[in-house]
């Protein structure tokens, strides 16, 4: 019993039979698959400012903005036309452009945490860039990171907590060596005692602390501000580099991510989504003495075909200069903060076990009582089958969540106060029907 019918996905079902005789499991990437949701993956034919359109014409007010990137909504005017006018010249040179020196100074101009950049074409990359450099400044192999945050599919990094009371990793994925998982180290988020214990056990080994400040690939798991300048400070006192893997927060809870919102000042940031403008751009910077490390100044080689690439770096610039508008962050979270608050009353006022966390214009629908929920053990498995009773109802009022309760949603610059009253209508009507009132 759903209340409304099940929208229509002949088409998607029919490319998606295709799909799976091309690509594994039919996808380009996991999540993609629809695994841990109802139906078939959507296939998406177009998107204009908060909407989407699948195969079958049907139209959703999009919440999954292409896992972030899209800060200003779907196919922006000023980054189409951005775009549109470099790609005249030429896509790709592989040599420097004038173009690469005009998103950095963006960049470095409007960011006084960072003194110089490298451009990538992805987070993964970013980060696997900045594990490379943390290692070969500080002459150190050993990395530590956190349950419940994600950073891409780096080997070092598809880790997670061993069993036991020892923090050795195990590896997460097939084909990562076990030897490879031995050089990470994996604790609890909120922790501090299992941080102390690592520095003391590993002294001297820790190359750097990789974190997500604003963990948002498991939940939103937000941490507190004394939590993050704790890591700040044993990072210093250790000399280890403390890395803010910026990939969701850099651009989205204001221009200087995570860093400049909490005003904690990391050795190195790793970025990407929000940075390409929807192309793709990863990037990773710190000082400039530690970038000095970098090939072809310093002994740490990292490079690419496409890194800097004229088009890609044309949507950042367009994109960026945007976000630069006076008061364009005050409007994009406070229309966030609205829309979250008042899906939180009505739940709250009809108890139901449902709780919206949010910062700048990320959310996270969590079925659960907790006032917070700061560490990947303290979420419920079995909320999941709730969110995808929800996810359900949603597609089945034009909305498109990303489809894993696991994952945050966002909001953009194109989300007009009338899609949101929308989207709140549907929203509700689902809660109503996944707590069968
Ligand atoms: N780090 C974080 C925090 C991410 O959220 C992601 C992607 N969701 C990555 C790294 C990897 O980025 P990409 O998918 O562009 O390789």
């Known amino acids: 019993t759903t209340g409304k019918p099940d929208i229509s996905r002949e088409k998607s079902a029919e490319l998606f039979e295709k799909?799976?005789?091309?690509?594994?499991?039919?996808?380009?990437?996991?999540?993609?698959?629809?695994?841990?949701?109802?139906?078939?993956?959507?296939?998406?034919?177009?998107?204009?400012?908060?909407?989407?359109?699948?195969?079958?014409?049907?139209?959703?007010?999009?919440?999954?903005?292409?896992?972030?990137?899209?800060?200003?909504?779907?196919?922006?005017?000023?980054?189409?036309?951005?775009?549109?006018?470099?790609?005249?010249?030429?896509?790709?040179?592989?040599?420097?452009?004038?173009?690469?020196?005009?998103?950095?100074?963006?960049?470095?101009?409007?960011?006084?945490?960072?003194?110089?950049?490298?451009?990538?074409?992805?987070?993964?990359?970013?980060?696997?860039?900045?594990?490379?450099?943390?290692?070969g400044y500080t002459k150190r192999d050993k990395i530590l990171k956190f349950e419940g945050c994600y950073h891409g599919h780096v080997d070092a990094l598809l880790v997670k907590a061993g069993s036991g009371l020892v923090t050795f990793g195990e590896t997460s994925s097939a084909g990562v060596p076990k030897s490879f998982a031995d050089e990470t180290i994996v604790v609890a988020l909120n922790d501090r005692e299992a941080i102390k214990k690592a520095f003391d056990e590993f002294k001297d080994q820790i190359a750097a602390v990789i974190i997500e400040p604003i963990p948002a690939n498991n939940g939103l798991l937000l941490q507190e501000k004394e939590y993050l300048q704790f890591l700040r400070e044993i990072c210093t006192q250790n000399q280890t580099l403390l890395i803010f893997d910026e990939v969701i927060s850099g651009f989205r809870v204001g221009f200087e991510g995570a860093a400049g919102f909490y005003q904690i000042k990391p050795d190195m940031v790793t970025y990407g989504k929000i940075i390409g403008g929807g192309l793709p751009v990863g990037a990773y910077g710190a000082s400039k003495e530690v970038m000095s490390n970098i090939s072809p100044e310093g002994p740490v080689y990292q490079a690419g075909t496409l890194s800097g690439n004229p088009v890609a770096m044309a949507a950042g610039i367009a994109q960026l200069t945007e976000l630069l508008r006076l008061g364009f962050y005050r409007d994009l979270n406070g229309k966030t903060q609205e829309f979250t608050e008042s899906i939180q009353r009505f739940a709250t006022a009809r108890s139901y076990k449902f709780k919206v966390f949010s910062v700048g214009s990320i959310f996270w629908f969590a079925f659960t009582d907790k006032e917070s929920i700061r560490s990947a053990e303290e979420i419920e498995a079995s909320s999941m089958e709730k969110f995808k009773l929800m996810h359900r109802e949603l597609l089945n009022r034009g909305i498109y969540l990303g489809p894993s309760g696991y994952e945050v949603g966002f909001i953009s610059a194109a989300h007009s106060k009338v899609e949101l009253e929308k989207a709140k209508r549907a929203i509700f009507e689902s809660l109503d029907l996944v707590f069968k009132k």
């Open 19 to 135: 799909a799976k005789t091309y690509f594994p499991g039919g996808v380009n990437s996991p999540v993609r698959a629809f695994k841990s949701v109802y139906g078939t993956p959507l296939f998406i034919q177009k998107g204009d400012g908060c909407h989407i359109w699948d195969a079958d014409g049907n139209q959703f007010i999009d919440f999954c903005c292409s896992w972030g990137p899209l800060i200003l909504g779907h196919n922006n005017a000023r980054v189409r036309e951005k775009v549109t006018e470099v790609m005249q010249n030429g896509m790709s040179f592989g040599a420097p452009t004038a173009l690469e020196n005009d998103l950095a100074e963006l960049i470095l101009k409007n960011n006084k945490y960072l003194e110089k950049i490298r451009f990538v074409s992805s987070g993964t990359e970013a980060v696997m860039s900045a594990i490379r450099l943390a290692r």
